[in-house]
């Protein structure tokens, strides 16, 4: 079965410097997707970016970037110029084929003005 | 479009008592998904309907049950509640045509007393 490892439970940034959460997952296919939700204090799982497998380019959306390592199974997310708008709780999520989305434990972010 | 809409947003009921919670996705959405969110255990998969049809289970007790209409509004059912069923119910959609990425709803607060 596939699984998703978020090994930070709780990470912390300063306004407007950059921070990268951790995301690494397990899997026997060739062709999938990754995404990293948001999760605010409202409880709305936002989507922020999402990944095909068979791109090599790295997803950009605005300030939140992935550096996707297909070989490693690593998809970490960074967010540049943090904002007190990013404090959340950060979901990475694989799927695959008719699978449903398969969720990391999450990354409680803070920022600290 | 409107989103994925959920109600009720809080329920509070008593051990032994039945739920029956609402989820409308997109329109034009025919897969949602039922995700159990609690602080311990993270985002865990209930179950996902697609056209009428469950399409994919996690390993839930039988007390967790769905179903989903043809208006592609979906219905989450716990019966006998447990005090261990307290938690935030998510549900997503999906349109399986595209990449595939679930959009959610705000879920719904249950607790059990």
């Known amino acids: 079965a596939q699984t998703v490892t978020q090994s930070q439970p709780e990470m912390s940034v300063q306004e407007a410097e950059t921070v990268t959460l951790s995301c690494t997952y397990d899997?026997?296919?060739?062709?999938?997707?990754l995404f990293w939700y948001k999760q605010p204090p409202s409880r709305q799982m936002i989507l922020v970016i999402r990944q095909e497998a068979y791109k090599q380019q790295n997803a950009t959306e605005n300030r939140f970037s992935v550096n996707f390592q297909k070989a490693a199974k690593s998809f970490s997310l960074k967010i540049s110029d943090s904002q007190l708008g990013d404090a959340a709780m950060y979901f990475c999520?694989?799927?695959?084929?008719?699978?449903?989305?398969?969720f990391g434990k999450g990354t409680r972010l803070s920022v600290i003005a | 479009k409107a989103g994925v809409t959920q109600t009720p947003r809080y329920l509070i009921k008593t051990r032994g008592q039945q739920v029956t919670l609402s989820c409308s996705p997109i329109?034009?959405?025919?897969?949602v998904s039922w995700y159990q969110q609690t602080p311990g255990q993270g985002l865990q998969f209930l179950f996902e309907y697609f056209s009428e049809t469950q399409r994919n289970k996690g390993n839930f007790p039988g007390r967790f049950s769905g179903r989903q209409f043809s208006n592609s509004r979906s219905e989450m059912n716990v019966s006998t509640l447990e005090l261990g069923d307290s938690a935030l119910y998510l549900c997503?959609?999906?349109?399986?045509?595209?990449?595939?990425?679930?959009?959610f709803g705000q879920g719904t607060r249950l607790t059990v007393v």
């Open positions: 997503a959609s999906r349109d399986l045509t595209g990449i595939a990425e679930a959009f």
């Open positions: 999520a694989y799927h695959s084929g008719n699978t449903p989305l398969v």
């Open positions: 899997t026997s296919e060739s062709d999938y997707y």
């Open positions: 329109s034009g959405h025919r897969s």
